[in-house]
Nanobody, 120 residues
Framework: QVQLVESGGGLVQPGGSLRLSCAAS????????MRWYRQAPGKQRELVAT???????NYADSVKGRFTISRDNAKNTVYLQMNSLKPTDTAVYYC??????????????WGPGIQVTVAS
């Protein structure tokens, strides 16, 4: 099994910053793409940012220029730096990782999610 755990969420004022982390552990052979999703109350889960194993990134239009995704392959960790936060960024943020485990099986796993609240 591969486990993911998010950290770094909380309450921040509009215009502020937060940095989310997501650490993967367990029976990992490789991690390919790592992604951050979010789900606001009453809305569907949406893809926020993606980073491939080679470092290529992609962002939702709503966060371009404000959020930055990065990863530390040695630590099996992905980060989401969130700047200029808006109340509309309030959501539960989920980490997702896909790859191959040490039994040569494909996996795609989710973290439990972490709350980010942007309010004054």
């Amino acid at each position: 099994q591969v486990q993911l755990v998010e950290s770094g969420g909380g309450l921040v004022q509009p215009g502020g910053s937060l940095r989310l982390s997501c650490a993967a552990s367990g029976r990992i052979f490789s991690i390919n793409a790592m992604r951050w999703y979010r789900q606001a109350p009453g809305k569907q889960r949406e893809l926020v940012a993606t980073i491939t194993s080679s470092g290529n990134t992609n962002y939702a239009d709503s966060v371009k220029g404000r959020f930055t995704i990065s990863r530390d392959n040695a630590k099996n960790t992905v980060y989401l730096q969130m700047n200029s936060l808006k109340p509309t960024d309030t959501a539960v943020y989920y980490c997702n990782a896909a790859g191959i485990d040490d039994s040569s099986r494909y996996y795609t796993n989710w973290g439990p999610g972490i709350q980010v609240t942007v309010a004054s």
